[in-house]
Nanobody
Framework: QVQLVESGGGLVQAGGSLRLSCAAS????????MGWFRQAPGKEREFVGG????????YYADSVKGRFTISRDNAKNTVYLQMNSLKPEDTAVYYC?????????????????WGQGTHVTVSS
C-alpha cells in the first residue's frame, strides 16, 4: 500500500510560481509511474503531467506544456510539480497519483494510489 501526501499549494497571483511536492511511503517509489492531475470546481479531473519510473521521461497536457515541469527524486521518494507563469485557469485541487504500468500515463484509471490533494488558487 502506497501513501501519497501532497504539499505546496496556496494562493498566488497570475504570472507567479508554485512548487508542489508529493511524498510517497509504503512502496518502492522508483518503480512507480507518478502523475499529477487536477480538478477545478464543476469540472472533471484532468491529467496535468506524468513521469516514468524507468527513465524519468515526463509528459504534459498541452495546457501546461512549457510552463510546468515534473521531476522526481527517488532517493527522497518525492515527485515535484514546478508551476510557472500560472494563470487563473490553473486554479484547482492538484492530486498526485502512483501506478505500476507501461502505457497509458495520461489516463487516471491506470493509477492505483492517490493523494488527498492540495489546493492551488491563482488570482487575476
Amino acid at each position: 500500500q502506497v501513501q501519497l501526501v501532497e504539499s505546496g499549494g496556496g494562493l498566488v497571483q497570475a504570472g507567479g510560481s508554485l512548487r508542489l511536492s508529493c511524498a510517497a511511503s509504503g512502496g518502492t517509489f522508483s518503480s512507480y509511474v507518478m502523475g499529477w492531475f487536477r480538478q477545478a470546481p464543476g469540472k472533471e479531473r484532468e491529467f496535468v503531467g506524468g513521469i516514468r519510473s524507468s527513465n524519468s521521461v515526463a509528459y504534459y497536457a498541452d495546457s501546461v506544456k512549457g510552463r510546468f515541469t515534473i521531476s522526481r527524486d527517488n532517493a527522497k521518494n518525492t515527485v515535484y510539480l514546478q508551476m510557472n507563469s500560472l494563470k487563473p485557469e490553473d486554479t484547482a485541487v492538484y492530486y498526485c497519483a502512483a501506478g505500476l504500468f507501461r502505457t497509458g500515463i495520461f489516463s487516471d484509471y491506470k493509477y492505483d494510489y492517490w493523494g488527498q490533494g492540495t489546493h492551488v488558487t491563482v488570482s487575476s
